[in-house]
Structure formats: C-alpha cells, structure tokens
C-alpha cells in the first residue's frame, strides 16, 4: 500500500510540475532540470508534524548526488494547513543548517502548498498561489545553482526565483529593485491566464482528492 501512496503522489506532483509549471512557462530552468535529470522527488508518509528526522534523512543522499539540483520532498498524508505546514517546513530547515559548519548548509527550502487562492491586487499575495503544488511539499535547491545564478535577473516567477531562495540561503535581504521585477513578472503572468492556471490546478485537486480517497478505502 506504501507504493501505491508514493507512486501516486509522484505522479500527480509530475502533473503539476508538467501542467503548470512547464505548460504555463512559471520556470524555464524547471524544464531544463527535469530533462538533465537533475530533479529528484521523495514521498514521506508520515502523518505527524512533530519530527523532521525523516525529511533529515530523506536529504542525506542528495548531499552527495552531485547531478541533484533541484529537489521536492512530499507529504501526501500530512493534514496542515498552509500557515501550519510554513512553521513545519522552517522547522527542518533550521535542523538542517544545525546540521552544519556556519553557512555550509548545501540546500536553500521553500514550503509549498495546495490551500492558496489567486490574488490579483497584490504580487506577493500571489505567490503561494502560483505554488499550489497537489500536496504539501518542501522545494530544495543546491546552494551552488543559486550561486551561478546570482546576481542575475530571475527566469520566470516564483516557482523557482533564484533571488528568493538566495536570500533564505544567505539569510540576507533582496535588493528591491530585483524584488520589484519579480513581482512584476508573477503578476503580468498570472493575469495573462489565471483563469486557465485555476483551472489546471482544480483538475489536479480533483484528481488527487479521488485517487487518496480510493487509497483509504482499499
């Protein structure tokens, strides 16, 4: 039954990454990652928030895969709300950099999360929509792509912005004049084609609701 949750989650979180992301052009460098085989994607089924030691170990061979760039850690069966999971997923990314020297944590995380609605009034409050990924789900990034890439306009919108995930893994703040572009861009985006973007993700909502309550009932 445990393969059966963890090939389910995958593939609807593929769904996302293909139907919305890619389709909808949110990243570009997304695209490239998953085409080089540089994203890597593991489903934790656990059901409480109050140990990060799986999502720990669940990081540990991508320390050492260097072709890793990109990763998604799932959580399927994990019932928090959006603001709940936040606190959840800061909580392994401060167990995380605890695991190393000062600044050489190798990952920058950002929380995604089903429960968000489009906000068209104000760019950031539509981020977390652009990120409403099937499940609840941690994005993990080397810190060593975020440094090739720094300094350099972000691609795309808050999918993947590299200025963003820099300033976590620094613990610095972003320079304005980026933050407004990229704020620009996310808008400009979703109000090109917000409602087609809902749509999609209401498709895969659907079918992962259908699909987890056929896995509870076998």
Known sequence: MNDLWISEATRLHG???IEVVEHYGLCPWAVKARVANK???????QTDSESVEASLAAMDPW???????????????????RLDFDRFAASIRTAEIARHPLGGAPF???????????ELDDAERLIPFLRRTPDPCIQVVRVEVLERVRGAAPEGTQFLDASVLDAVASGTAMEPTVRERVSRANLQTARMGIEQIKQTMDSIRLDRDQTYERLLKA
Do not use: I, K
């Open 39 to 45: 994203l890597r994607t593991t489903v934790l089924l």
């Open 15 to 17: 769904r996302y990454l």
């Open 108 to 118: 920058a995380m950002v929380a995604f999360h089903p429960e968000a609605r489009p």
């Open 63 to 81: 320390a050492g895969d260097r072709d890793m760039e990109v990763g998604f850690l799932l959580y399927p069966r994990l019932g928090l709300g």
